[in-house]
């Protein structure tokens, strides 16, 4: 093992733990604005409940995804800097403007946002989230063009070793980008709408005294409960849970549709990416698509690549035998299993996802007779075994876009540019095995321990659920002096 092997590891799980914030801080982000919207145009309390609620696990999350993105940057200089070198002229504009811009008008309008609960009026706290918002979405969009640009190259020449830019907007509107961009902020909803899922799951089962696992129970339900404000949450989680469900259901929707694009662009601009993923290994006419080892449908991978069922997919030896004609001797050839299982695992995780919301809305779903005791305006009250099958699907989503990530990232290799520049000769010279493996254990280690302090912050939050409402004005005998604590008003300032 050499500083390369080290320098990718440390790269891939940095990244890998970073891109676990970007995409729920993306989708959730829009959930809270959605909600906060609502209670503005309608009025109704429990959509500021759930503003507030969902509202600090956002910021929870924002504030990891923030620490975590500041490594990447550095070690751009530390492991890559040959390859920041090639590559500098190129990024410097994007990167720019995800930084002056995109980011910029995020963290500011955000903090608006935090503090300036019932300091701003309601429309302008409103518009500063939205704001906030579209910074996060302006700033993936930049960032993948930046990504997109590695994979297919285009606006730029290559003069003294470098790439000098010579149209941005080329760069900008990269086709790769053009589909990558929509496809990564579809499954960013995805994951939002699954992370959604699972807190309301638990907060379903946790109010009705149940467990995650059946035959648990989480604590006793008592009659005193069932006269507390906290008995009417059900109708305030069914309004989140249907707008979680349609929103993981239409943004599976779109993930598909660009999912199609992204494989045809594939199997012009990056030939060996797409038959790594079927493992393909030969040209085939009518190429099959494997569903599973030794599962296979005649000419469906042909009809998605090119959409002629009888069209020629290239396979990786023959792919490996033009590169060494156009590039020289050398392994042009991914890590095979890893790129074959992970398109698999990207598109079953997901799929199970995107299934999951299909099957709650219809759980969920208002029918014309009411059960007896069931309010007018409710749906079908949602089953225990839904909810915690929402909460066992909490990993699902994050591991369908992580697995989509080394799908997209490992199968480029062993290019960091398409066609410019190999990974071997981006590394930075200068830097020996054992300074990368310091800073490897040293990232790892203090990962692990942010990644508990999330988990714990996030659990503490959701187990103590939204904010109550305040008591009705009357004798203070009219709240149980046991819970007139837990009942009283709290703070405006929440954050």
Same mark, same amino acid.
């Given at each position: 093992m050499d500083a390369l092997d080290l320098a990718r590891w440390q790269f891939g799980v940095t990244t890998v733990y970073h891109f676990l914030f970007v995409p729920l801080t993306i989708g959730l982000g829009v959930y809270v604005a959605g909600l906060q919207t609502a209670w503005l145009r309608t009025g109704r309390e429990h959509y500021l409940r759930l503003t507030r609620f969902f509202g600090k696990l956002f910021l929870i999350n924002f504030a990891m995804g923030v620490v975590t993105g500041i490594v990447q940057e550095f070690q751009f200089g530390m492991n890559w800097s040959e390859y920041s070198t090639f590559v500098g002229d190129v990024f410097g504009a994007p990167l720019a403007l995800e930084a002056l811009l995109a980011?910029?008008?995020?963290?500011?309008?955000?903090?608006?946002?935090?503090?300036g609960w019932d300091r701003l009026p309601k429309r302008v706290h409103l518009a500063c989230l939205w704001a906030a918002v579209i910074g996060s979405n302006l700033s993936a969009y930049f960032i993948l063009a930046a990504n997109a640009w590695m994979k297919h190259p285009v606006g730029y020449e290559v003069v003294d070793g470098r790439a000098r830019m010579t149209d941005l907007w080329a760069v900008l509107t990269n086709s790769t980008a053009l589909a990558q961009v929509p496809h990564v902020?579809?499954?960013?909803?995805?994951?939002?709408?699954?992370? +959604?899922?699972?807190?309301? !799951?638990?907060?379903?089962?946790?109010?009705?005294? *149940? /467990?995650?696992?059946?035959? =648990?129970?989480? #604590?006793?339900?008592?009659?005193?409960?069932?006269?507390?404000?906290?008995?009417?949450?059900?109708?305030?989680?069914r309004t989140a849970l249907r707008a979680a469900l349609v929103m993981t259901a239409i943004a599976g929707a779109v993930v598909a549709g660009t999912g199609d694009l992204s494989g045809r662009l594939l199997h012009e601009q990056q030939p060996m990416k797409l038959a790594a993923a079927e493992g393909l290994r030969h040209d085939t006419a009518g190429a099959p698509f494997s569903i599973a080892p030794g599962v296979e449908v005649p000419g469906l991978l042909s009809l998605l690549a090119a959409h002629d069922p009888a069209a020629t997919v290239q396979g990786v030896d023959d792919i490996q035998a033009r590169y060494e004609k156009?590039?020289?001797?050398?392994?042009?050839?991914?890590?095979?299993?890893?790129?074959?299982?992970?398109?698999? +695992?990207?598109?079953?995780? !997901?799929?199970?996802?995107?299934?999951?919301?299909? *099957? /709650?809305?219809?759980?969920? =779903?208002?029918? #014309?007779?009411r059960r007896a005791g069931q309010h007018a305006g409710q749906g079908e009250p949602l089953p225990a075994w839904f909810a915690r099958l929402c909460v066992l699907a909490l990993p699902l989503p994050a591991t369908a876009i992580i697995a989509g990530w080394l799908l997209s990232e490992i199968g480029r290799q062993p290019w960091t540019v398409q066609g410019e520049l190999m990974t071997a000769a981006s590394v930075s010279p200068g830097v020996s095995l054992t300074e990368v493996a310091i800073t490897l254990a040293v990232f790892t280690v203090l990962y692990g321990v942010l990644a508990l302090a999330e988990g714990a912050l996030l659990l503490r939050h959701v187990k103590a659920g939204p904010e109550l409402p305040a008591p009705a004005p009357g004798p203070a005998a009219a709240v149980p002096p046991a819970r007139a604590e837990e009942t009283r008003l709290t703070p405006t300032l929440m954050y």
């Open positions: 980011f910029f008008l995020e963290s500011t309008f955000l903090g608006l946002w935090i503090f902020v579809a499954a960013s909803f995805v994951v939002a709408g699954g992370f +959604v899922l699972a807190v309301i !799951g638990y907060r379903v089962l946790r109010e009705r005294g *149940l /467990g995650v696992l059946p035959g =648990r129970r989480a #604590r006793t339900v008592t009659a005193e409960d069932a006269t507390t404000p906290m008995r009417r949450l059900p109708d305030m989680w156009a590039f020289g001797p050398a392994d042009y050839t991914p890590n095979l299993p890893v790129v074959f299982w992970s398109f698999r +695992v990207m598109i079953n995780f !997901g799929m199970a996802t995107v299934g999951l919301s299909v *099957l /709650g809305l219809w759980l969920t =779903r208002k029918r #014309r007779g």
